[in-house]
DNA sequence: TTCTGAGATTAGAATTATTCTGAGATAGTA
DNA sequence: TACTATCTCAGAATAATTCTAATCTCAGAA
């Protein structure tokens, strides 16, 4: 997504909900954009801060509710106590390396695609979560 | 699994990694092979300590460590901040209800086996999250 | 049976992740 | 430009989990 594209995304979709376009909430979101790691709040407010002070911490918490709030981020859950964060909102799955800890997100068609109407549930939304080792993993284990 | 069962499984799972066979560790994990709700560290320390004094929060986690070391018990993480607990171990997917919380057990059979020989990674196991309402709650919503 | 040491339990302290608080700052409207 | 609801932030509070170190227990040795 270009500068300008993330730019309009996240206006109209903050300003959809009544809620403001900040620079903190910019900086987190371009951050998320930027990377490919789902990282942690952690990670976020170092990166941010690395040059000068841009955001606390209680606000990487509260940008990263807003921007889930009107669906710009979601949150993976992979590992005990570790609340990670995607920008990638397309519907996609997860594989999680048991020796290095990266998580790779893994295309859509992948898999075929479920039929779940036989469960007794109704069924909103699904996703498949692999563990293994990863390629670069792979043969040094 | 009969109370028999329950008791030789745990014996030789422990006594095989060379971990002790204790009151706590085989409370906690009769404790889960008697529910079905994947219960967090609090409602199981609730349970066994309803009547008289049993064991103390540190001792449920240490035990709930013993136990996944020796794959009797596995984590379940579907919601932020909570962690979960599952004796049943035999591979099967979970369904999370977003209105009552529920989590709920789906047969590993409800979906044709994936191949997942052409991702570029090792893939070692794998889990589908399905997300939604419950038959409980369905209706309403 | 008694002794002994490694492992287990425990209360409470420490740590870590997240949320809350309330005072000051600011985005966006008019 | 002025106004005001919302946002930010430092620090406090809360909650989940782990650590500490003192005591206890049990399996095997004597």
Redesign the interface.
């Known amino acids: 997504m270009s500068k300008e594209n993330q730019r309009d995304v996240i206006v109209n979709r903050l300003k959809s909900k009544g809620l403001r376009v900040t620079p903190q909430r910019f900086a987190v979101y371009a951050n998320l954009c930027s990377r490919r790691d789902h990282p942690t709040v952690e990670q976020i407010l170092k990166d941010l801060n690395q040059d000068f002070p841009i955001s606390s911490q209680a606000t990487v918490y509260t940008s990263l509710q807003a921007l889930r709030k009107v669906g710009l981020v979601k949150?993976v859950?992979?590992?005990?106590?570790v609340?990670r964060y995607d920008a990638n909102v397309e519907p996609h799955h997860h594989?999680h390396?048991?020796q290095c800890g990266s998580i790779?997100d893994?295309p859509w068609d992948?898999?075929?695609s479920?039929n779940?109407e036989h469960?007794?549930?109704?069924?909103?939304?699904?996703?498949?979560?692999?563990?293994?080792?990863?390629?670069r993993c792979?043969g040094n284990n």
Chains 1, 2 share one sequence.
């Not at 859950?77 to 106590?81: D, F, H, Q």
């Not at 469960?119 to 390629?135: F, K, N």
């Open positions: 949150e859950l992979l590992e005990e106590g609340s594989f390396c048991r790779k893994v992948t898999f075929d479920f779940l469960l007794p549930y109704l069924a909103e939304s699904y996703e498949v979560t692999i563990r293994g080792l990863c390629d792979t």
